[in-house]
């Protein structure tokens, strides 16, 4: 399962208007593109947890862990590595 | 007086004071002014007209707030947008209020090209951002930087009328086009006293501004500050709550002012409730109603904190009653009484007025009600009537007069002979403590009209079905205002200022399971 592909189309599909399709690279920032806001990253949490069966916690909801397709990629990585699964 | 003299004010008084805080940068009042006066200039130097209008789609920052008061300051009508748009709903916008320029970050142009294609008039584009954008069309470029030492410092405005427009604050519009609320001057100085009044506001406050400046709320925000030489702290990144949360410990703000959605997400997505504020003064809360459930999690995380619930409207210019959070815990689910300068009715569909418990809609009047709505007498006509505001928000009033509302007029649920409030069903489900946010809606039935519908969202990990839901309404309400349908969702539907988007729920919204009562 490639995390990003599945990553990238999932912002694509849901966060992106069809003018700006392919329009975010893997590295852009998605606040500072105005891709997402709360709602959007409450989605974004809710299809990490139920494609990739792993739980993000209140405390994970950082930039850091969730501004970009390979953050999210590498926060969700972290997360399977760990173990960390829904219970 | 006209409002960018609170900036020029402040300047003088407060040179070297923090106006804003930005996430990577901040400026002082001596500065701020200096900028908003050379924006002026560069405006003025274009040759624009009084009155003629300029849009502003940019996050809050320091460019924002320059090119607003800067706009004001050159006697020309600013016109805030929300950068979260697309490029119909922009399009239809410049061309409603006739767009004489307009201030973007260079990341969003290609929005605003496609928008102005079908703008006949040149339009300025004064652009934010390193990316160097090529002349092109017949739509000048001026970056940013240029613009601002295009122009002389404008220190010799004439005084403008109060009276004059002064900004146009165009409506969400969950449904049908936007509408552009045209605020005078008067308008909202008047309205910015009066918050600055009863929030007891001073130069030592410092309020986190998680709201956008184009929107009303966020709007007096920024005004009300601004006005006492206090400071506004900007964070755009509320997406990612915990960070805001930490700032505001950093900063240590004395204000934080949210709309119900803000505070569910808070309770229920941070680490709110795990943090500790000393310094918060008080919290605000409008922008819809907060069910009373979420008003006392809130009081038991921040003890300590004054919790100002609020109503008002765009069309007031933003604010129209507050509950004094003395009264909080005794007048729960009241918005409280008319701020100051502002009377407030319940008027039957008669236009008399309504007895105490008697429900009614909510007229306004006061110096801070809206000029009307740009270019739309019909529009303006239907809810202006000599000088009053009427709302189209249903209320009663106790007998020691604090108001109570029931819900948009629009939204009443026409259920067989009943006339059925959400609010109340809302309230009471999140009373529950199942759900994180829940809508309850009317939905078409061919027996009953109406049915009722309940959009929720779950607490994360409850196990909760429709039937539990449906048997929680059953042992707390009539039978006639039990729910037919209930829905899951992740999160509802919202627009960028927080509100629920009813409209769209009973369209297209596809919930994640969906269960008819039994």
Known sequence: MDIANEVRQFIL??????????????????????????????????????????????????????????????????????????? | MQLADYVIRAAANFPEKTALLCETEQINYKDLNNLLLSFCGGLLSLGLQPGERVAILLNNSIEYVASYFGTMQAGLVAVPLNRATTAKRLAYVLHDCNIRAIVFESGITGLVESALTTISLPVYKIVVGKEIMQQSGKNPVLPWNHFLVSGEKETTAPPRDPEEIAVILYTSGTTGDPKGVMLSHRNLISNTESIISYLHLEPDDRVMSILSFNYSYGNSLLLTHMATGGSVVVDNRFAFPNVVLQRMLETEVTGFSGVPSTFAFLLHKSMFRKMKFPKLRYVTQAGGAMPPAVIKELQKVLPKTKIYIMYGQTEAGARLSYLEPENLKKKLGSIGKAIPGVRLRVLKPDGTQATAREVGEIVAEGDNIMMGYWDSETETAKVLKEGRLYTGDLAWQDEEGFFYIVGRKKDIIKCAAYRISPKELEDLLMASGFLVEVAVIGVEDELLGEAIKVCAVLEGGRQVTAEDIINYCKANLAPYKIPKYVSFYDTLPKTHTGKIKKDELKKVSTPVSEVPAK
């Open chain 1, 13 to 87: 599909d849901n966060f992106l208007a069809p003018r700006n399709k392919g329009e975010i690279s893997d590295k852009d920032s998605f606040l500072e593109n105005g891709v997402i806001d709360s709602t959007g990253v409450l989605e974004l949490v809710t299809f990490l947890e139920e494609t990739f069966n792993v739980k993000v916690e209140d405390n994970d909801l950082v930039p850091e862990n969730l501004d970009s397709i390979d953050q999210v990629s590498r926060f969700v990585k972290r997360l399977m590595g760990a173990g960390i699964q829904k219970g």
